[in-house]
């Protein structure tokens, strides 16, 4: 920085917005100078000796929602998180919306799609349905036969070549008679919800969104026509996995003019990264993230 005091050109040590650690460089390289006559490069020694200051964080915004994705939970304020507070919607034209919510997506299946935390997000799709007229939901229904099922040489997670409608291998999951088939114990029985998708029937078809059957979204489910005919404009969605099929069912959701909130705490994911990654792309795509439902107020 560069002074002028009486005419003279003179040089501000910027000493007081110097950091400690530069400072005692400094002060360093003038000792060794010093002593030793020679030149130094005091920070050198100073960088090895001290613990480096933090790095600022630019995209601090982005990051700090990170824990609410994985404790479902949030822990700062919407602003900071992207989360929003004190959501009203309309009793009348407001659905919830439990997305797979069985037990395959859950610790109590350990070689199907556990997903942590999964079993506990009952609560939360029960107090979020409570403040909506209808309550859909949708459930995998796989065969064990289906063309997709991981195995000898074919790794689950791996990708799958050759089907219009399955794209990865996954292990066997959601078949009809066992105890991953069935909702998480806590949530009603199916015939208690307005409407409900079974997907993933046909062996060689694996959706992930519960509005239309196939990848592609051309066979409806008939899930978008069912509200629509109640006159529903919201849906609140939880349900597993986050980054998965609450995804898929989110986006066509929006696809299709309805208003989306998506509720923090009734949701779990397989992975933090593609969780994080799902949220945000779900948020872009205009949900309304949820801390959960004591954010929210119905109005009649
Ligand atoms: C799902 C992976 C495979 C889900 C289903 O419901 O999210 N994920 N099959």
């Not at 609140?236 to 208003?259: E, I, N, P, S």
Request: glycine share 8%; with cysteine.
């Amino acid at each position: 920085m560069i002074d002028k005091p009486n005419g003279r050109i003179k040089t501000v040590s910027t000493e007081d917005s110097l950091s400690e650690h530069e400072r005692l460089a400094e002060a360093l390289d003038r000792q060794f100078s010093e002593i030793f006559g020679t030149e130094a490069d005091g920070r050198f020694f100073v960088d090895m000796l001290l613990p480096k200051p933090p790095p600022v964080r630019t995209n601090e915004a982005e990051l700090s929602w990170r824990p609410t994705v994985i404790a479902g939970g949030a822990s700062k304020t919407g602003r900071e998180t992207g989360v929003s507070q004190r959501i009203k919607v309309v009793r009348a034209r407001t659905a919830a919306f439990d997305v797979d919510a069985q037990n395959t997506f859950t610790e109590i299946c350990p070689d199907e799609l556990p997903v942590k935390g999964g079993q506990d997000i009952v609560d939360e799709l029960n107090a979020q349905a409570a403040l909506c007229a209808v309550r859909v939901g949708s459930k995998d229904a796989h065969s064990p036969a289906a063309v997709w099922i991981a195995g000898e040489g074919r790794q689950p997670m791996s990708r799958l070549d050759g089907y219009d409608n399955a794209d990865v291998c996954w292990p066997v999951h959601a078949v009809p008679g066992t105890p991953g088939f069935r909702l998480i114990d806590g949530l009603p029985p199916v015939t208690d919800y307005d409407y409900f998708v079974w997907k993933g029937v046909e062996p060689d078809m694996h959706p992930y969104g519960a509005c239309y059957h196939d990848i592609g979204e051309r066979m409806s489910t008939g899930v978008i026509e069912y509200l629509k005919s109640r006159g529903i404009d919201t849906v609140l969605v939880g349900g597993l996995a986050t980054d998965y099929c609450v995804r898929h069912t989110v986006l066509q959701l929006l696809r299709a003019g309805f208003r989306v909130v998506v509720n923090l705490a009734a949701v779990r994911g397989v992975a933090a990264d593609t969780s994080e990654a799902a949220l945000r792309e779900m948020r872009q795509a205009g949900a309304v993230l949820t801390a959960g439902a004591a954010e929210l107020e119905a109005a009649s």
